[in-house]
């Protein structure tokens, strides 16, 4: 069998920033930026006051950030953290082939570690990039048979993802390398049960954490498997009922997954997007209000429902993934970010009643970005909206000044805004850094404690 553990070692270590095409150094840049915006936004989520309560009180030496916030930690838990503040909204990038939301794992990781040692801007970027290189070919190589079976594929890969950079940082031989790879390998998890729970955003906090300590470990010649992705009781094998490995040894250095990453404009599942989409452009399009509405129907992939389809959420969290709150929330304020997705909005009685008066439907004849929608007025009119990809997808990208705007709503509420400004001008800016732990110092919150 190819050894495709150490194929894809291999490539990491001797892998150059020069060979990197400048576009995709540029998506990124775009890709660590609004990781950035989402962890800043993200650090006043009470998942990350109960973490912290919880876990407070053996934190280590004060050698990180938390993004957002006044504590300094440990640079593990300043990983984990960072990854679960990053994702808690459920606002962050998509890798659309696989699901995986590749930024945050390894991002927080590889900032962590620029606060404990020297990391340059040029090294950093490549880093983040091979990152998310290894985590999604690996995640291409499983997908979708290791999502369906029940796994939350940005927990599982997300982890190679975070040794891997870590690793290139360290400057791991080979042999680390693929050792890297093992620990992460044997610590890979995460359910989809966790979905609309405090766990999904731990998932990738947690890949982080395990990735970097995967990578700290093998600098000092922790051994592991030298076939963790491809051995009979490896990752592929266990975790997944079928598998590609051409999906992670082919075409490395030639094509980058980072050039398919998208961005949400809506902090939910993903696969709720077009629905959200159609029913903002039906009510801004006919001036709707939710008492004029009947009734709403939806013709959806599958997926929707099987990933959204909570009927009756009863928090924030969980109105991520009800695509019936969405849609609601689209048509009665015209937005699905953060704010739509309150404890308080979930249950308040006008969004209650008009997510009463949604109904959705599966068809196989529906892609994941696309939904069909069927609205009828009180009076008898009927409306419909066919989208063929919502924003944000690859066909109708967010654009720089998007990103930006979307930055700014998440950070200046918790920062301010020249903070905020900071933030996103040292993220442009990010080849040209000696020392990159200045964009983590300039993200803490040091006016109150949190």
């Not at 009756?312 to 709150?325: A, C, D, I, M, N």
């Not at 308080?344 to 929608?373: F, G, M, Q």
């Not at 918790?414 to 990010?430: E, F, R």
């Amino acid at each position: 069998m190819t050894e495709v553990t150490r194929i894809l070692a291999r490539y990491i270590v001797e892998a150059k920033p020069e060979d990197v095409p400048a576009a995709v150094k540029r998506e990124a840049l775009r890709s660590f930026l609004n990781w950035l915006g989402c962890a800043v936004g993200g650090s006043i989520h009470p998942t990350l006051d109960r973490t912290v309560d919880a876990l407070g009180a053996f934190f280590g030496q004060e050698q990180a950030t938390v993004l957002g916030r006044s504590e300094r930690v440990d640079i593990l838990n300043a990983a984990l953290l960072n990854g679960i503040s990053g994702h808690v909204f459920d606002f962050d990038d998509t890798h659309l082939k696989t699901i995986i939301h590749p930024a945050g794992p390894v991002a927080a990781a590889i900032l962590a570690l620029a606060e404990h040692q020297p990391v340059s801007g040029v090294d950093f970027l490549h880093a983040f990039i091979l990152g998310v290189e290894t985590e999604c070919r690996i995640g291409n190589a499983v997908y979708p048979a290791h999502y369906d079976i029940g796994w939350h594929i940005t927990g599982t890969a997300g982890v190679f993802g975070a040794a891997a950079a870590v690793g290139k940082l360290l400057g791991l031989n080979e042999q680390q390398m693929v050792w890297a790879l093992g620990i992460a390998g044997t610590q890979s998890s995460g359910f989809r049960e966790m979905f609309g729970t405090m766990c999904k955003s731990f998932h990738p906090g947690r890949a982080a954490q395990n990735g970097l300590t995967a990578a700290l470990l093998a600098k000092r010649n922790f051994t592991s498997s030298d076939r963790v992705i491809e051995a009979p009781r490896g990752f592929a094998h266990v975790m997944s009922t079928a598998r590609n490995f051409g999906e992670i040894t082919e075409g490395l250095g030639d094509h980058f997954e980072i050039s398919l990453n998208t961005y949400k404009p809506f902090a939910c599942g993903i696969v709720i997007h077009p629905s959200i989409d159609g029913c903002v452009q039906l009510r801004n399009e006919n001036g709707l209000v939710a008492e004029d509405i009947a009734s709403i129907e939806l013709e959806v992939h599958p997926l929707v429902l099987e990933l959204t389809g909570k009927k009756t959420p009863r928090t924030g969290l969980e109105g991520k993934f009800s695509v019936y709150h969405s849609c609601a929330v689209a048509i009665i304020h015209g937005a699905a970010g953060e704010t739509e997705y309150d404890d308080a909005v979930v249950a308040n009685p006008e969004v209650i009643a008009l997510r009463d008066r949604i109904t959705a439907s599966a068809s196989s004849s529906i892609r994941e970005d696309e939904v069909k929608i069927r609205l009828t007025k009180r009076d008898g009119t009927i409306i419909e909206k066919h989208v063929a990809h919502a924003i944000g997808s690859l066909e109708r990208p967010m654009s720089d000044a998007d990103l930006e705007a979307k930055f700014t709503h998440l950070s200046e509420p918790v920062v301010g805004a020249d903070v905020t400004a900071k933030l996103i001008q040292l993220c442009w800016a990010l080849e040209g850094l000696s020392d990159v732990g200045e964009i983590a110092r300039t993200g803490a919150n040091l006016s109150k404690k949190n």
